[in-house]
């Protein structure tokens, strides 16, 4: 098919007059000017359906010819909602929501979750995930990526920590917004692991990873909320245990709830 897409775009796109997905397409860069061409000339919408499995190649490509004629989405890995089934968690009620009184149904431990990852193919079709990751490094980082990348081991926190962000993101672009997330370090070197900007107002939020919470989790937190100027003093703290609660003007909260 991508010979027949290479030797005769025109042809080719002649065959699917009611529409088609075309996967990896930005492995078929030369479709690019003549959907232009039929787009323009049709004006219809949906007709085609271009994914990617490669984002900023995909975009580069169509970019140069389809500006102003496309809708982007990205599909994401699973979210805890998903996974469990149950509704997910909008902007408002992930930031100012009260801690639950019960956790939700769990698709397993936090550990397990980490391990596991988010890709619908391993859970939907119950694979091994380490042999499953294995063949997507290979036939998707090692074909794409030029520069030789040496990948240690990451720290359980560090994958905790990436976690808990991606499941934030989730929440506000399945929402239809832009996520509002930062990193925020001053010259000193007091940090805060995300910052959420509402416009109105700013949330600090902290990520740890330990099934315990102790009093130095705060620190940061605490630095950040007593700033002159600063008028938010509403703190999160995400941790890696399993109980909701407040304690000192910060919400505490587990890992299953950022979903």
Request: hydrophobic fraction near 35%.
């Given at each position: ?18 529409g ?68 997910p ?60 990348l ?24 399945h ?20 910052i ?12 740890k ?51």
């Amino acid at each position: 098919m991508r010979e027949f897409a290479t030797r005769d775009p025109k042809g080719f796109l002649g065959n699917y007059a009611g529409g088609v997905i075309l996967d990896e397409a930005q492995r078929a860069p030369h479709l690019f000017s003549y959907i232009q061409t039929l787009v323009d000339l049709e004006g219809k919408a949906g007709r085609f359906i271009l994914t990617g499995s490669q984002q900023f190649l995909l975009l580069s490509k169509v970019s140069q010819t389809l500006a102003g004629r496309i809708a982007l989405l990205q599909l994401h890995p699973l979210s805890l909602s998903e996974l469990r089934g149950t509704r997910p968690l909008g902007p408002d009620r992930l930031l100012h929501g009260p801690a639950p009184s019960s956790a939700p149904p769990s698709p397993g431990s936090v550990d397990r979750i980490l391990f596991r990852g988010m890709y619908p193919r391993v859970h939907g079709k119950k694979m091994d995930a380490r042999e499953w990751y294995g063949s997507y490094l290979r036939t998707y980082v090692e074909r794409d990526v030029r520069d030789v990348l040496r990948i240690g081991d990451p720290l359980r926190g560090n994958i905790f920590e990436t976690f808990v962000l991606s499941e934030i993101y989730k929440v506000f672009a399945h929402a239809g917004e832009d996520p509002p997330l930062f990193f925020w370090r001053d010259q000193t070197g007091h940090e805060v692991d995300l910052i959420i900007d509402l416009g109105r107002t700013v949330v600090p939020v902290e990520i740890k990873s330990a099934k315990t919470v102790a009093t130095d989790f705060f620190r940061g937190l605490r630095y950040w909320m007593s700033l002159p100027g600063n008028s938010s003093k509403d703190g999160i703290l995400v941790y890696g245990g399993e109980k909701g609660y407040d304690r000192e003007g910060i919400r505490v909260r587990p890992w299953h709830t950022c979903s």
